[in-house]
């Protein structure tokens, strides 16, 4: 679906038609924090343990983490007993903050890693 935008620049108005494309939420927010000079989202890779069957355990799971402060989305894969968290700006995640969420579920955050994070020099 196209769009046009028209644009106003100093004295001068001049029209200037762009095609639109949504943004992927991520691209979204990479851009909003560009924009605002302020650190981008962060994504966290956690490996779940506990989860037994994939109809009820994966769907805990999301919740569980999305209830978490900050948490913008989530996605389960229970085959590779994984979780994709999304935290918004100015948060961060942690294994005791996901062990907290899940209670006494039986589920268990055995690592997580922050994606794009810069290994330590050595």
């Known amino acids: 679906m196209k769009k046009t935008l028209q644009i106003g620049l100093g004295c001068a108005a001049v029209a200037a038609f762009v095609c639109v494309a949504p943004l992927t939420a991520s691209a979204h927010h990479e ?37 978490i402060e900050g948490v913008e989305s989530v996605e389960v894969d229970f085959d590779k007993k994984r979780a994709v968290v999304h935290v918004s700006q100015g948060h961060s995640l942690s294994s005791e903050q996901c062990d907290k969420a899940f209670g006494n579920s039986g589920y268990f955050v055995d690592t997580i890693e922050e994606m794009g994070a810069e290994e330590p020099a050595a």
């Open 31 to 67: 851009h909003l924090a560009a924009a605002a000079g302020a650190a981008a989202p962060r994504t966290y890779v956690l490996t779940v343990e506990g989860m037994s069957c994939p109809i009820s355990c994966a769907p805990k799971v999301k919740e569980a983490l999305e209830k």
